[in-house]
């Protein structure tokens, strides 16, 4: 509408966007429009695995996790939501001496911070997940309290929340032009005309690189497509299954209902099955009732792109988690809300600055699927 206003826009309504609209809420910040192009949640939040762990080689993911994970266990409770949040825990598979090592020395690290994560034998693995073959396996990674939800869920809860105080949210309207002075954000150009603002934040997942553009600035975002498909049916496994990852492959599965969710990072499903049966046999048996895909936001070095622009100012972003985006979404939308009220942020994420690629400091994630 012409004449709008808002304190601050939101670009972009997955879990990480709705996330910030609930934590700017959470701050007093109500004067808030969030714009979805589609639907809440339609994007990659929609089409994620729902995983949720803290089992990472950077210390400051495994710290974002520790935020997140506290709110999802607490996410019913606290905002009203139930997400079906279930601790069946994360089981990676290592195949390689390396990659043990790497595994080994990260379990270390996240010990020191109160992760429960620990090594398994062979033995133990099979324990946990029976139908799993061992063959060519090296070791093993296993937490407990790592787990996974419902994304669309964890969203509809945000975003209810977020409204009841006050917060706009706009479905079906697409950002086309953020007109700058100086250095100054004017306002949001919609397709439901100008909102003004001086202040956007841009959740927009892979389309991030698209709104960032808008206001001249580059986020090394690209998309890799990954596909994920369902089995109405697995028997003999046992009722509770940790989300299981072949690691060296990325296959990975987890119970959904009676049956089995699975991916990989190969574009045909027949691919997947080839990496999938040579780890979980029993899947050559099993039906596929439905596939979809979505998008991995990739960054260059597979880790987050979060802070605030310095031309034009008080233009702030959130993206490239290489898949991981869903499972941060707490910790991050916080982040973001801090920044936004120049409250100083909970977790120091100014190695995550965009600005870092410029300044040849690449912060590597080993463990990504």
């Known amino acids: 509408m012409p004449g709008d206003s808002a304190q601050v826009v939101i670009v972009g309504g ?4 709705t996330s910030t609209a609930y934590h700017l809420a959470q701050l007093g910040v109500t004067d808030v429009v969030l714009c979805e192009r589609e639907t809440l949640g339609s994007g990659s939040t929609s089409k994620s695995a729902g995983g949720i762990r803290a089992q990472f080689a950077d210390e400051i993911n495994i710290r974002i996790a520790l935020i997140s994970l506290l709110e999802f266990r607490n996410f019913e409770q606290k905002i009203g939501t139930a997400i079906d949040f279930r601790e069946t825990g994360y089981l990676f598979l290592l195949d390689s001496d390396d990659d043990v090592g790497r595994f080994r020395a990260a379990v270390r690290l996240q010990g020191s911070l ?3 994560s620990t090594e398994l034998t062979l033995d ?6 029976p139908q799993v073959s061992t063959e060519g396996l090296r070791g093993a990674t296993y937490c407990p309290r790592d787990g996974f939800a419902t994304p669309e869920a964890v969203v509809r809860g945000y975003a ?14 697409d950002v086309t032009r953020i007109p700058v002075l100086g250095n100054k954000i004017l306002g949001v150009d919609t397709t439901e005309g100008r909102i003004k603002t001086d202040t956007v934040v841009c959740t927009a997942g892979v389309w991030s690189k698209d709104v960032a553009a808008l206001v001249g600035m580059n986020l090394p975002v690209e998309g890799e497509v990954r596909w994920m498909h369902y089995t109405p049916e697995a028997p003999g496994l046992p009722d509770v299954v940790p989300l299981t990852v072949d690691f060296s492959t ?10 089995l ?3 990989g990072r190969e574009p045909t499903i027949e691919g997947v099955a080839t990496q999938g049966t040579r780890r979980l046999p029993m899947l050559e048996e099993l039906p596929i009732q439905s596939s979809w895909w ?3 936001e990739m960054s260059p070095d597979h880790n987050a792109i979060v802070g605030e622009a310095t031309e034009p100012s008080r233009f702030l972003y959130a993206t490239g988690f290489s898949g991981h985006g869903f499972q941060q979404s707490p910790a991050i939308g916080e982040h973001l809300a801090e920044r936004v009220i ?7 994420l100014s190695a995550f600055s965009a600005s870092r690629f410029e300044q040849g400091e690449a912060r590597e994630e080993a463990f990504v699927i």
């Open 294 to 296: 979505g998008y991995y």
């Open 124 to 129: 133990e693995v099979l324990e946990l997940v």
């Open 114 to 116: 109160g992760v429960l």
């Open 342 to 348: 120049g409250a100083r942020p909970t977790l120091d």
């Open 261 to 263: 969710v699975f991916g």
């Open 14 to 17: 997955g879990a990480m966007g």
């Open 160 to 173: 209810a929340a977020a409204a009841e105080k006050g917060v706009r949210i706009k479905q079906g309207v």
């Open 250 to 259: 990325g296959f990975y599965f987890h119970r959904e209902g009676p049956g």
